[in-house]
């Protein structure tokens, strides 16, 4: 069934929440964490979401879609009713483990004000303790579809009793595959509850989910993911492919965070060393790394103790990071939405930000037809290092050595040789008698031949020869 459609941008970015009926508990949670003003989306949605229809609604990445769907669960699970185990009030689905703790992050203080648990399940790490919370009973569960079909298949979950789902960043989850796993948990959530579906973009996979799961949803599209950011400006630096590493050092080393992406893991792990080798605080972010290592990282970068994140598209959804100052396109991505995500990490809610990409000759057609899709008109500068650009784009003292930190080399231990006796214990020494050995075929003498006496020299030189095997076996 079609789904209803309101005017895009017809709402007023001046609402409190208070006047778009949000109960008060939950309003003065949110102006504790300094939340008084409504963003279009939330302005937009929170009528109908609040009033219990089911609602889609499109905007593109830091336009406000967590609070524009954890504002009507909460107020719905505001409603008295029986905490059991295993068996959750509310569902949010996102596609990553960072969104996930993203989410539950922001929904900590809701939660607090109406004494609710919320509990998080995915993947990366052991599921004891994640199942030991629902046996306790949560109010809200935040999951990955993996992790949670799994301990659905397990008997550790039932979604019997879901009053009220989301599907945050629908549009990514049909990316990685997942919608087939996310129709058959749909599948197990009463059919009468209400479903909230946010994306970026409807592609096919997405108006699927659509057209069988939400019942005669009102559809708000604030902004799509085109819509250009007035806030954000957008540079392509031609560079050689020489000059690519200290151009990029000289953007990062200034004040303020940055994000810097690359297009492979072992991409981001070894720009992450030479960063580090020219003094510039840096993390790495990226599937290759255990889930303990990836919210080390992650917190490092958001106290400030690392000021540039070198992280693979796993950070282009979801990962908000206050105050962000730019984002650089240290690889080009391969296609236009992960440019925009990519980009979305700046300029979020109003602020300002600066998204530089890196292109060499070699990407000139790519980058030119990348960004034609994305709907942006960059400024393209051919430059090299100390270009005065470098400086406009990424203003402050640099605070890093243009020099990479070296190693002090190591000194080789000194070889321990044997004391060295005297002559005349040498030569009082007893001469060993060698018995004459039996024919040999394999070492070439002739029966009755006797073996040589060792000796002064060839014993150094054995001696030698096996030091130096000894060290190169040792050494290393």
């Not at 229809?53 to 505001?78: C, E, H, I, N, Q």
């Not at 996102?94 to 993947?123: C, M, N, W, Y």
């Not at 879901?162 to 058959?184: N, Q, S, Y």
């Amino acid at each position: 069934m079609a789904a209803r459609r309101h005017p895009q941008s017809a709402f007023s970015t001046t609402s409190t929440f208070a006047s778009l009926g949000v109960p008060d508990a939950l309003v003065r949670a949110l102006a504790t964490n300094g939340i008084t003003t409504a963003f279009p989306i939330q302005a937009a949605t929170l009528p109908d979401s609040l009033a219990g229809r089911d609602v889609l609604g499109r905007g593109r990445t830091g336009s406000g879609k967590t609070y524009a769907f954890l504002l009507p669960l909460f107020t719905r699970l505001a409603v008295p009713g029986k905490r059991r185990g295993g068996r959750p009030r509310a569902l949010v689905l996102a596609p990553t483990r960072e969104l996930a703790s993203q989410i539950a992050a922001s929904a900590a203080p809701l939660a607090d004000a109406l004494s609710l648990k919320v509990h998080t399940v995915f993947g990366g790490v052991g599921a004891g303790a994640q199942i030991a919370n629902l046996r306790l009973g949560t109010d809200l569960l935040i999951a990955c579809p993996g992790r949670l079909e799994e301990l659905c298949a397990q008997g550790h979950v039932n979604l019997d009793s879901v009053e009220i789902t989301v599907l945050d960043e629908a549009d990514h989850m049909a990316d990685l595959g997942f919608l087939p796993t996310v129709r058959r948990l749909l599948d197990r959530t009463p059919r009468t509850g209400q479903r909230l579906l946010f994306s970026a973009t409807l592609d096919a996979g997405v108006d699927v989910l659509v057209r069988r799961y939400l019942t005669k949803p009102v559809t708000h599209s604030v902004d799509t993911a085109q819509s250009p950011v007035s806030t954000m400006d957008h540079h392509v630096l031609h560079v050689l492919p020489g000059d690519r590493l200290p151009v990029l050092v000289d953007l990062v080393a200034a004040p303020g965070r940055t994000i810097v992406f690359t297009r492979t893991k072992q991409g981001a792990k070894r720009l992450t060393r030479q960063l580090n080798a020219h003094r510039v605080p840096a993390v790495e972010l990226h599937g290759n790394l255990a889930q303990n290592a990836r919210t080390r990282n992650l917190a490092a970068f958001s106290d400030g103790t690392a000021t540039t994140l070198v992280a693979t598209d796993i950070a282009a959804r979801g990962i908000h990071v206050d105050e962000i100052s730019r984002v650089i396109h240290a690889d080009p991505p391969l296609e236009h939405k992960a440019y925009l995500h990519r980009s979305g990490r700046t300029a979020r809610a109003g602020a300002a930000g600066t998204v530089v990409t890196l292109m060499t000759d070699a990407q000139v057609a790519d980058v030119r037809d990348l960004t034609r899709k994305a709907g942006v008109s960059p400024t393209i500068t051919r430059l090299a290092p100390g270009h005065p650009l470098l400086a406009q784009l990424a203003p402050g003292e640099r605070t890093y050595s243009g020099v990479p930190e070296q190693a002090p080399p190591q000194r080789r231990p000194d070889r321990v040789r044997p004391a060295r006796q005297p002559r005349s214990a040498r030569e009082s020494r007893p001469t060993r008698e060698v018995a004459e050995p039996a024919a040999n075929t394999r070492s070439g003498r002739n029966a009755g031949q006797a073996r040589p006496a060792p000796t002064a020299a060839r014993g150094a030189a054995a001696f030698s020869a096996s030091s130096r095997i000894g060290n190169r076996r040792g050494g290393r």
